[in-house]
């Protein structure tokens, strides 16, 4: 079974996290299939992309099973999982249900819209294991949400449901379940029936004007995170997480 599924719709490229046993938790080789796939879609006709989860969620993050292979993506100019240090030149939806918590949620803060149905719920569960934010979280959480929020939910790891996060801000639309994708693909659509070279320019402009970029900070967290692995901390954590507490 392929660990990464790519579908088409009108000028939508559906990509889907496809571990549903795992509750789509992206080991080394799902991570490497991301990057296959959204490289696929920078290259396509195809205008936005969907990234989404197959089953009832999007993601629970990094393997912790698989987490010495995904320590040594650290410092991976993609990101440990697979994309989150790329700039994709068109516009990336994430449709989002369940668990969408730890690396999974900077997963979905790289996209640039966030829709979610009511069973979604958000955190960085991966602080009770020492485990880093390394793909993103920490540059792009406070951009979205601000500052003393973004802190809140990086510090105290506490889950979030969807009508909080949809109150402060962290996902754009709440939807009914049955209608996630359809309505993620309705707004994929609607965006790329616009004068497309004018929106593509009118997005980067939003990213260069944020003065220093998430795409040049996300170095400085790569930084800190190569050096908690290095410390040993991501290893104890993770045989943390394999012994069953949680």
Request: with cysteine; aromatic share 8%; charged share 25%.
């Given at each position: 079974?392929e660990?990464v599924t790519i579908?088409?719709?009108?000028?939508?490229?559906?990509?889907?996290?496809?571990?549903?046993?795992?509750?789509n938790?992206?080991d080394s080789?799902?991570a490497?299939a991301?990057?296959?796939?959204?490289?696929?879609?920078?290259?396509?006709d195809?205008r936005?992309a969907?990234?989404?989860?197959?089953?009832?969620?999007?993601?629970a993050?990094?393997?912790?099973?698989?987490?010495?292979?995904?320590?040594?993506r650290?410092?991976?100019?993609n990101?440990?999982l697979?994309?989150?240090?790329?700039f994709?030149s068109k516009?990336?939806?994430?449709a989002?249900s369940?668990y969408?918590?730890?690396?999974?949620?900077e997963?979905?803060?790289?996209a640039?819209?966030r829709v979610?149905?009511?069973?979604?719920?958000?955190?960085?569960?991966e602080?009770?294991?020492?485990?880093?934010l390394?793909d993103?979280?920490?540059q792009?959480?406070?951009?979205?949400?601000?500052?003393?929020?973004?802190?809140?939910?990086?510090?105290?790891?506490?889950?979030i449901q969807?009508d909080e996060?949809?109150?402060?801000?962290?996902?754009n639309?709440?939807?009914?379940?049955?209608?996630?994708?359809?309505?993620?693909?309705?707004?994929?659509e609607?965006?790329?029936?616009y004068?497309w070279?004018?929106l593509?320019?009118?997005?980067w402009s939003?990213?260069?004007?944020?003065?220093?970029n998430p795409?040049?900070s996300?170095?400085?967290?790569?930084?800190?995170?190569r050096?908690t692995?290095?410390?040993g901390?991501?290893?104890?954590?993770?045989?943390?997480?394999?012994?069953?507490?949680?």
């Amino acid at each position: 079974m392929e660990k990464v599924t790519i579908e088409k719709e009108g000028s939508t490229m559906i990509i889907g996290i496809n571990r549903s046993e795992k509750k789509n938790a992206i080991d080394s080789e799902t991570a490497a299939a991301l990057n296959d796939a959204f490289t696929e879609f920078e290259f396509s006709d195809s205008r936005v992309a969907v990234i989404t989860g197959i089953g009832d969620s999007f993601s629970a993050g990094a393997d912790l099973n698989d987490a010495d292979a995904l320590s040594r993506r650290v410092s991976d100019g993609n990101g440990p999982l697979g994309i989150t240090r790329r700039f994709i030149s068109k516009p990336v939806i994430a449709a989002i249900s369940g668990y969408c918590v730890a690396g999974g949620l900077e997963l979905a803060l790289w996209a640039d819209i966030r829709v979610a149905d009511e069973t979604a719920k958000f955190g960085f569960l991966e602080r009770r294991y020492g485990i880093p934010l390394i793909d993103g979280g920490t540059q792009r959480l406070p951009l979205i949400i601000g500052l003393g929020r973004a802190l809140d939910l990086i510090m105290t790891g506490r889950l979030i449901q969807a009508d909080e996060a949809f109150n402060i801000g962290l996902v754009n639309y709440i939807v009914k379940g049955s209608d996630l994708l359809k309505i993620s693909i309705e707004i994929a659509e609607k965006i790329s029936s616009y004068p497309w070279k004018t929106l593509l320019r009118d997005r980067w402009s939003v990213y260069l004007g944020l003065g220093n970029n998430p795409y040049g900070s996300l170095t400085t967290e790569a930084v800190f995170g190569r050096e908690t692995v290095d410390e040993g901390i991501v290893k104890d954590g993770s045989e943390k997480f394999r012994s069953g507490v949680r």
